[in-house]
């Protein structure tokens, strides 16, 4: 099965401070890259959805100048918390396909990140 | 507004039981419905993805039903194990305009216990 790969797997930062999360395809191309946030005990919430070289689209209530997304290879994408508050403090997933928003997902082991 | 609702929210069975996770949906067109497993702490992990067509699919000890009429899929697992223990995840894509749009469930906690 396709491999996909996230660094780091945790995080802990002080508050202010901004975190980069990246999230790779070992073994394909994947055109579309989704990013997910994740609470205890609860489901996954999807983000936003990013294709290759183009701006990544957002779900509502999610603030696009806090939560950096950038496509930029076929094979990486990166979340970045800028400014990262305790209220951040998260499992943070994501998942590509290799077909443009749609397709066989395959998940990340996802990032937990913890803010102090 | 599209919704994919899970049942039950939790469940103890004992090893080696079966059982049987429920998910009704309202999306619409819809395009395909999977079940994820999480384990605590890791990604989810792909067990099963049917189309409007299919009814059953099987992938070892899972066995994922769909009734596209009624909107219910539903995952029964024979012979629990102990690795079962995990987050169940019924994911369902239906299609717009820019292509196919996934709705998650809440999903079910299930924990097979000695």
């Known amino acids: 099965g396709a491999v996909v790969s996230q660094h780091p797997s945790w995080v802990i930062c002080k508050s202010g401070t901004s975190v980069k999360i990246e999230c790779r395809s070992l073994?394909?191309?994947?055109?579309?890259m989704f990013w997910y946030r994740q609470f205890p005990k609860q489901s996954l919430m999807l983000m936003a959805t990013s294709n290759e070289g183009s701006k990544a689209t957002y779900e509502q209530g999610v603030e696009k100048d806090k939560f950096l997304i950038n496509h930029a290879s076929l094979t990486l994408s990166t979340l970045t918390v800028t400014s990262a508050h305790p209220e951040d403090s998260s499992f943070y997933i994501c998942?590509?396909?290799?077909?443009?928003?749609?397709?066989?997902?395959?998940f990340g082991e996802g990032s937990r990140l913890t803010v102090l | 507004k599209n919704q994919v609702e899970q049942s039950p929210q939790s469940l103890i069975i004992l090893e080696g039981k079966n059982c049987t996770l429920q998910c009704n949906y309202t999306v619409s067109p819809f395009s395909n419905l999977r079940w994820y497993k999480q384990d605590t702490g890791r990604g989810p992990v792909s067990l099963t993805i049917?189309?409007?067509?299919?009814n059953t699919k099987s992938n070892g000890r899972y066995t994922a039903t769909l009734d596209a009429d009624t909107k219910q899929s539903s995952l029964h697992i024979t012979a629990s194990q102990l690795s079962d223990s995990a987050s169940y995840i019924c994911?369902?894509?239906?299609?717009?305009?820019?292509?196919?749009?996934?709705?998650f469930g809440t999903g079910t906690q299930l924990k097979v216990e000695l």
């Open positions: 998942s590509a396909s290799r077909q443009l928003n749609t397709g066989e997902l395959f």
């Open positions: 994911v369902v894509s239906g299609l717009t305009g820019g292509g196919n749009k996934l709705t």
């Open positions: 073994d394909f191309q994947a055109t579309t």
């Open positions: 049917m189309t409007f067509s299919e």
